[in-house]
């Protein structure tokens, strides 16, 4: 059976944050979507994950693996980044996904993350490139326990960061009916996994699916930037006679790059911390209580990337 996506996509700055660094893009004849989430000061995190975004549609459009364009994005912002002493350290995460054969190939680097619900189970994707998944992995912190620690913004990979990025490509073979979610760390900090699942289960109209969403995460506190990608995935024969039935105007879904550069105030943005962990080797667990100090507290953490230093 051949199937299509169909898609709706918000952003929003949330409640507390002065700019929007994040961005998605919404690509119909290509069957691409993705979601990316900026780091950086002034305006660097806006400028990443839009030229992310932007590298990313253009690698795809020409017929890259998802890949390549995602690697190509990362020299993109790297090199961005070096030239421009404004966006030195600038970086951004980046989760896509493109229709391949009837599966939904997904690229994905950072903490923004992809989701399937299917037949009521919300099933997250991919693996966050972070601290506290780290941590969560190797059993020394629990889920609840990293909703709230200071360590949860800090991110082991990113783009824009180094020359190389380890890119996790990954094949989700899709059935009509399915429904996957790229979103930011603004919405899954702030709404649980099993909130999201009811949101997206109950509201089958994607475009309010969408919004409340976007709310759920501002009633919680909207502490971040909130970017959410509400893919349905239909039987193609279905999704024609639909096209054929509604507002040309109201399905058209154009390529978005939403980087909501009017929205940022520069002079508030603080300059991202990089926090070199000094004792790590590969043997050896991180002795992460150590960089607890380094992470500002009380406020939502910054974006930060989190060096692992190879041993030299
Ligand atoms: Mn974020």
Do not use: K
């Not at 993705?34 to 253009?58: F, K, N, P, R, Y």
């Not at 693996?65 to 350290?89: E, M, P, S």
């Not at 059935?175 to 099993?194: A, I, Q, Y």
């Amino acid at each position: 059976m051949t199937v299509r996506l169909l898609v709706a996509a918000r952003s929003d700055v949330g409640r507390l944050r002065s700019g929007n660094e994040d961005a998605f893009l919404v690509v119909d004849d290509l069957q691409l979507v993705a979601v990316a989430d900026g780091m950086g000061g002034h305006q660097g995190g806006e400028v990443a994950s839009a030229t992310a975004i932007e590298t990313l549609h253009t690698g795809m459009a020409r017929g890259d693996a998802i890949g390549l364009a995602i690697t190509t994005a990362n020299d993109a912002v790297f090199t961005q980044a070096a030239a421009d002493l404004a966006l030195r350290g600038m970086g951004t995460t980046i989760t896509a996904g493109i229709l391949t054969d009837g599966s939904l190939r997904i690229g994905h680097v950072g903490d923004s993350r992809a989701y399937l619900l299917r037949a009521g189970e919300l099933r997250q994707l991919t693996t966050d490139h972070s601290v506290v998944a780290e941590l969560i992995a190797a059993g020394q912190l629990t889920e609840d326990e990293a909703l709230v620690d200071p360590r949860r913004a800090m991110i082991t990979r990113a783009l824009g960061i180094d020359a190389l990025v380890e890119v996790d490509v990954f094949d989700v073979l899709l059935e009509p009916g399915d429904r996957v979610l790229l979103c930011s760390d603004g919405l899954t900090t702030m709404v649980r996994d099993h909130a999201i699942a009811e949101i997206i289960t109950s509201e089958h109209d994607r475009e309010r699916a969408a919004d409340e969403l976007v709310n759920a995460a501002n009633i919680a506190g909207g502490a971040d930037n909130i970017t959410v990608v509400v893919v349905d995935v239909v039987d193609a024969a279905d999704a024609a006679d639909a096209a054929d039935a509604a507002d040309p105007d109201a399905t058209a879904e154009v390529p978005v790059v939403d980087d909501a550069t009017a929205e940022a105030d520069a002079d508030t943005e603080p300059v991202p911390v990089v926090v070199d962990d000094p004792v790590v080797t590969d043997d050896e667990d991180p002795d992460l209580e150590a960089l607890r100090a380094a992470v500002e507290d009380g406020e939502p953490p910054r974006r930060h990337w989190w060096q692992r230093r190879s041993r030299s």
